[in-house]
């Protein structure tokens, strides 16, 4: 998953008015990042120093808790599975509200997040990926950030810039930002902000960074994809079901990353629920039969799938193990079309 920070600028395109991040922009964002990654670490460094001394409450703990969890959701199932991967259509007022609660991750305005992650999947561990481990772990967990590896969303994701929505809390994306502090601050004061806020923030930006970097160098390979990713149970019970990682490059467009039986994915979890109130539809799941063809293990480990396939199951995207870089990009890109 992408982690980028740029400043922001509008332009007329096609008569509508869009939201651009240009590399010449991204260039000039290096500070803003170490800024924007500094300070939720400085401020967990705090939290430890006081945590020491004892001066901790466990409402500042639920807070954090809380926070953690919507705003890990709204990047979980809002950005990744609903924005980027398409996999799944949302009501109006829940998909707002999923990017929205995504943009108080402090992770990525949605667009350029969208942009980077397919261009991740585009060129997953060749050259032209902004963050493979094969550069080194910390490139693919934090190094990457200050190098010139931004996507062009224009390129990527360009469907995204005549979505209204997408748009507008990607314009809006530092209002989100003075939010996610501004809610603690005004529930628990300055330890709820500390907490609910500044910790919160980093423990939620190293736990998206541990899916570019630990889960592409440990953990466990159930399909054979053209890349280095893996499944780490850890990350996948931290990041909300984001860790079945090898899962995920497998299956790009599945709305689920723990397809075995113990593979536990609360993003996916909450997906259900929304489907069964109606609040989602066209959801994408992987055919059995597909999960058997292609897993590496005999007997598949992945045979007691929680989301076997339904009528509405739409064409996968194909594996990336079975494509070159030139039809990952054109499947990539299919995602996008209406």
């Not at 120093?49 to 466990?58: S, T, V």
């Not at 829940?94 to 108080?104: H, K, N, P, Q, Y």
């Not at 500044?198 to 970097?213: A, D, M, P, W, Y």
Request: aromatic residues 10%; positive net charge; contains cysteine.
């Amino acid at each position: 998953m992408p982690a980028a920070f740029g400043l922001l600028r509008t332009c007329p395109c096609q008569s509508n008015l869009h939201l651009v991040i240009g590399k010449d922009v991204m260039a000039n964002s290096k500070p803003f990042v170490a800024i924007i990654v500094a300070v939720p670490f400085l401020g967990t460094l705090l939290a430890i120093a006081l945590l020491w001394q004892r001066a901790i409450y466990w409402p500042d703990v639920a807070l954090m808790l809380c926070m953690y969890t919507l705003t890990g959701l709204g990047l979980t199932v809002g950005y990744h599975r609903m924005l980027t991967h398409r996999s799944f259509r949302a009501h109006p007022a829940v998909r707002f509200s999923l990017l929205a609660l995504g943009s108080m991750a402090l992770i990525a305005p949605p667009v350029e997040f969208a942009a980077t992650h397919l261009k991740h999947h585009a060129h997953s561990d060749r050259d032209g990926d902004p963050h493979s481990p094969l550069e080194g772990l910390f490139h693919s967990h934090l190094g990457w950030l200050w190098k010139d590896r931004f996507a062009e969303p224009q390129v990527y994701c360009r469907p995204l810039l005549a979505d209204g929505i997408v748009v507008f809390v990607n314009r809006t994306f530092p209002l989100w930002v003075l939010l996610s502090l501004t809610i603690p601050f005004l529930l628990r004061g300055w330890t709820g902000f500390l907490w609910g806020g500044l910790v919160r923030i980093f423990l939620g930006q190293h736990v998206i960074f541990s899916v570019n970097s630990i889960c592409h160098v440990f953990g466990r390979r159930d399909f054979d994809t053209n890349d280095t990713s893996h499944n780490h149970w850890l990350i996948g019970l931290l990041a909300m079901g984001e860790g079945w990682h090898n899962n995920h490059h497998a299956f790009p467009r599945s709305a689920f990353h723990g397809l075995g039986r113990w593979q536990l994915d609360l993003s996916g979890t909450v997906i259900q629920v929304l489907e069964r109130l109606g609040l989602v539809y066209d959801v994408h799941r992987v055919p059995a039969a597909q999960l058997l063809r292609y897993s590496l293990h005999a007997p598949d480990p992945l045979s007691s799938s929680l989301h076997p396939v339904r009528d509405n199951t739409a064409r996968p995207t194909g594996l990336p193990c079975l494509l070159g870089n030139k039809e990952v990009r054109k499947e990539i890109s299919c995602l996008h079309q209406p």
